[in-house]
């Protein structure tokens, strides 16, 4: 029987974790113990530059002085009501919501995926019950490399053979045609089509960038099939790529915004799906519900959440720091660096794979003081706070050209050791 004694130091946590907990993530060797703006502090004292800002749930960085005002506010009135009756947060935070996005319905969730499954129902009914699709047939169209959530109909029609290993069967009707290719796209589009549901910037795979233009092409395919753009905003939206939303960099407005991670401040689960009313008409009430979702302490949170995006000042900070990290990082492309993908304050830098993985250059940052996630292998993807300082973003960047140089340099050392005298 284990000790109940309570752990102190990172390897005393990291212990106790995995001895108790199932193992679907392998963190790095850190354990933070407090936070504050774009930076975070680990049990032993250590700090740390935060550049994935909770995948970013946490845009506005950790412990936001109005996001924490607005919870501890609500935290003394009421937290939870359920659906069953009204609360006072629920309407207010709706209308302004809907209103950023300039939507006439929200419908509110608590995680992400949540709100995915969400949409993916709403466009289903939208199919029967406004386009006139026969019932079951209804098929929506997704991109490979998505990423969308990890409920059983999500990774069903993931690319990702790790989200999908020995979790099937799977709900049909999606077909998944290649990211950024609008004439895959067309081509997939049926009579049977409720829904296009892409990522306006694909964050799991690497921040990859579509084509310019094909959101674009995108929200012509769709009225020309008569179905819907529901564009999955989870990751890229609410500031993260300089504008509210991403699809905005491309003047496209999709019938439907699924919304998440950020719009909880970092505090707590808030999710959303914001659409016109003639889409999100078709919910009635006992069709779709959750008891978590709209609660008092969600809606002050994701209210204040909307009061920082309505000045613009965070949107502005990625644009700016966006084009700063850009410049930063480009110079390291044939210097470790095979390619680098920006768009606004969040990059994919793809480590040559020659030098060492992605999990292994985000260790080795770790040890020098920031902290990131690869993924797909050799990329990383940097994300910090919208709230970090130009100097702060200039020395994550410097940290990753000296993990680099690091390894380029005991490579070089390992061939002259291994070349012929």
């Known amino acids: 029987m284990g000790t109940t004694r309570t752990p102190v ?5 990291l212990a106790l974790t995995e001895a108790v907990t199932a193992r679907n993530y392998a963190p790095l060797p850190v354990v933070v113990a ?7 502090t680990d049990v032993d ?5 935060d550049c994935l800002a909770g995948y970013s749930a946490l845009n506005f960085g950790h412990r936001h002085p109005a996001l924490l005002a607005a919870a501890r506010e609500q935290l003394e009135r009421v937290t939870l009501t359920g659906r069953a009756f009204g609360n006072d947060r629920l309407g207010p935070f709706c209308r302004d919501l809907a209103a950023m996005a300039g939507m006439d319905l929200v419908l509110p969730m608590n995680t992400g995926a949540e709100a995915v499954e969400t949409a993916v129902k709403v466009a289903r009914r939208w199919g029967y019950r406004v386009k006139g699709v026969p019932d079951g047939r209804a098929r929506i169209v997704v991109a490979d490399g998505g990423f969308h959530g990890r409920t059983t109909t999500i990774v069903g029609f993931s690319t990702d053979p790790v989200a999908r290993d020995g979790f099937g069967p799977f709900t049909p009707g999606f077909d998944v045609v290649p990211y950024g290719d609008a004439d895959a796209l067309r081509a997939a589009l049926t009579p049977d089509t409720v829904a296009v549901l892409i990522e306006p910037v694909q964050g799991e795979a690497g921040v990859v960038v579509p084509p310019p233009g094909h959101l674009r092409a995108v929200r012509a395919a769709c009225d020309e099939a008569g179905v819907l753009f529901v564009a999955d905003e989870i990751q890229s939206g609410l500031g ?4 509210t939303f991403a699809c905005e960099l491309e003047g496209v407005v999709p019938d439907v915004y699924v919304l998440g991670k950020a719009l909880g401040g970092g505090i707590l689960p808030v999710s959303a799906v914001v659409s016109r009313a003639d889409v999100l008409g078709v919910v009635t009430p006992g069709s779709h519900g959750s008891t978590f979702g709209g609660n008092p302490l969600a809606a002050a949170v994701g209210s204040a959440v909307v009061r920082l995006l309505e000045t613009g000042e965070y949107q502005a900070r990625a644009r700016e720091l966006g084009a700063r990290l850009a410049d ?4 390291l492309v044939g210097s470790g660096v095979t390619a680098v993908r920006t768009r606004g304050l969040w990059a994919g830098v793809d480590i040559d794979p020659g030098l060492m993985s992605g999990a292994e250059a985000c260790r080795r940052l770790a040890a020098r003081g920031v902290l990131t996630k690869d993924t797909h292998g ?12 130009a100097e702060g973003l200039d020395w994550a960047v410097e940290q990753l050209a000296a993990v680099l140089a690091g390894a ?3 490579r070089a050392a390992q061939t002259a050791g291994s070349s012929p005298a």
Do not use: Q, S
């Not at 407090?34 to 975070?40: R, T």
């Not at 004292?45 to 530059?49: A, I, S, W």
């Not at 993260?240 to 504008?243: E, K, M, V």
């Open 9 to 13: 130091t990172t390897a005393e946590h």
């Open 34 to 40: 407090e936070a504050e703006g774009a930076w975070v």
């Open 45 to 49: 004292g250590r700090h740390y530059l």
């Open 240 to 243: 993260r790529t300089g504008a």
């Open 328 to 331: 930063r990082l480009e110079p």
């Open 378 to 389: 050799c990329t990383i993807r940097l994300a910090p706070p919208l709230v970090v300082t």
């Open 408 to 410: 380029g340099d005991r």
